[in-house]
């Protein structure tokens, strides 16, 4: 099936470091969304975007719609060991059942 | 507020057997979708529930099919199970209709091996 083009795959960082994320997709969306899933559970949403060149917070997150409505990016601040985890990008392109396209995720290791 | 509940947790069955995993949507929520997440993969959409109708489908076989009930809660079934079916089974609650609020809300999945 489709899935967007996430990046970087996996990264590996120091406590306190700030961390960039991006999906890119062939296709325009009209909604993106960010989720993080720890191992054995499902994804929990972080953050949504409706409108193109949007920038939304959430704590120390930061995402933004692409003005194409083709890419989005997440940025995390000064990570913590918490913030390890896969996260993934999902894009929307409306119709009648708003059916997410998701990434095939960053693997975030933060290490202490 | 009751989050997505699924059922079961964890569940092992063999080749050509079928099964049924269950999802409780969140409270006020009308739409349920459901989603197969392979290790190593994101989650790849199945189909949609919106009051009581299936309303989109993805790239899986006729073998994949489900029912969601007036409360909204729902059930995927899948009939002849294959090795490669062996994944985590997510379910999303969201409001559908016009509501134009697209958040989709997961609960926990189930993990289902084929042996």
């Known amino acids: 099936g489709q899935q967007l083009n996430q990046s970087p795959q996996s990264m590996f960082i120091q406590e306190g470091e700030d961390v960039s994320m991006n999906c890119t997709s062939s296709?325009?969306?009209?909604?993106w969304l960010w989720y993080k899933q720890d191992p054995g559970e499902g994804p929990v949403l972080l953050i949504a975007?409706?409108?193109?060149?949007e920038l939304t917070s959430n704590g120390r997150l930061t995402a933004q719609f692409g003005i194409t409505r083709k890419d989005s990016f997440l940025n995390i601040s000064a990570s913590i060991p918490s913030d390890v985890g896969i996260y993934f990008c999902?894009?929307?392109?409306?119709?009648?059942?708003?059916?997410?396209?998701f990434g095939k995720g960053t693997l975030l290791t933060v290490n202490p | 507020e009751t989050g997505v509940t699924q059922s079961p947790t964890h569940l092992i069955k063999t080749r050509g057997q079928q099964v049924t995993l269950r999802c409780s949507s969140q409270?006020?929520?009308?739409?349920v979708s459901w989603y197969q997440q392979a290790l190593g993969q994101g989650p790849q959409f199945i189909f949609q529930?919106?009051?009581?109708?299936?309303?989109g489908r993805g790239n899986f076989p006729p073998r994949f099919s489900g029912l969601q009930f007036p409360n909204y809660s729902s059930e995927l079934d899948v009939n002849a199970l294959e090795l490669d079916d062996s994944a985590l089974y997510l379910c999303?609650?969201?409001?559908?209709?016009?509501?134009?609020?697209?958040?989709?809300?997961f609960g926990p999945g189930t993990r289902l091996t084929v042996l």
């Open positions: 296709s325009i969306f009209n909604t």
């Open positions: 999303a609650s969201s409001q559908g209709g016009t509501s134009g609020l697209r958040e989709q809300f």
């Open positions: 999902a894009g929307s392109s409306g119709g009648s059942n708003y059916k997410l396209t």
């Open positions: 409270s006020g929520h009308n739409t």
């Open positions: 975007l409706y409108k193109a060149g």
């Open positions: 529930y919106y009051r009581e109708e299936e309303n």
